[in-house]
């Protein structure tokens, strides 16, 4: 079955810390490929999406995601985080032989010390 | 412009019982998703409505959840009888376009059955 493995279940980081959240998939098809964010007291967001072309996507807020097709990976970074980067992040998979189907990770959590 | 809302917001019930969530997609999309998180997992795909059709309700986990969107407007989602592996956090999603278009969530509805 088709799944979305987020490594990390809680990271911890300093401010002005790089970080880099790691995302894999398992399905050998097309696929669309996002990062959501879910704020504390807030609803789940849309972060950054990939859908074809360079493979180097900017998101808001300074994230940017990569996917690297060979290593059906998607991580997340951001070069110095903040502490208003405390949240939540899900990596997502839409595949494209079902199209209605977004398959989600189990989420990071992602925690800044001020 | 308003978000999608979702009611109630929290909702503790007992086994055996029946409850019926409700949400308000952003006006004007026509698609509409539902989606369960249980205890920290990951969010899974419960089914997706294009106006007041299901497109695709292969998520659903069984014959006690009912779904429905009549007029294409706010949609529901009945769990009856509920079961204790129904307890999660129910999240509704709206987009204009289809699931490759931004998703906008709601704030979920946590659902506690005891």
Redesign the interface.
């Known amino acids: 079955a088709q799944s979305v493995s987020q490594h990390n279940h809680h990271v911890i980081l300093s401010e002005a810390a790089s970080l880099e959240l790691g995302c894999n998939y398992s399905y050998g098809g097309t696929v669309n490929l996002f990062w959501y964010v879910q704020y504390p007291g807030q609803h789940l967001q849309l972060l950054l999406k990939y859908f074809s072309g360079d493979p180097l996507v900017k998101g808001i807020k300074g994230f940017e995601a990569e996917f690297i097709k060979s290593k059906f990976s998607f991580n997340l970074r951001k070069p110095s985080v903040q502490w208003s980067d405390t949240a939540e992040y899900f990596c997502a998979v839409n595949l494209y032989s079902s199209a209605s189907k977004i398959i989600f990770g189990s989420g990071t959590r992602l925690s800044i010390r001020p | 412009e308003a ?2 809302t979702q009611f109630p917001s929290h909702s503790v019930i007992e086994k055996g019982q029946t409850v019926t969530l409700r949400c308000d997609p952003i006006s004007g999309h026509d698609n509409l ?1 539902w ?1 369960r998180r249980v205890m ?6 419960l ?2 409505f294009v106006k007041e059709s299901k ?2 309700e ?2 659903m986990p069984n014959n006690r959840f009912l779904a429905e969107r009549t007029g294409g407007t706010y949609s529901t989602l009945k769990v009856q009888p509920a079961e204790l592996e129904d307890s999660g956090v129910y ?1 509704c ?1 709206s987009s204009l376009q ?3 278009d ?7 509805t946590r659902l506690t059955v005891l």
């Open positions: 978000g999608v998703y989606y920290g997992k990951e969010i899974k795909f089914l997706h497109q695709d292969s998520g999240f999603a289809g699931p490759t931004t998703q906008y969530f709601g704030p979920g």
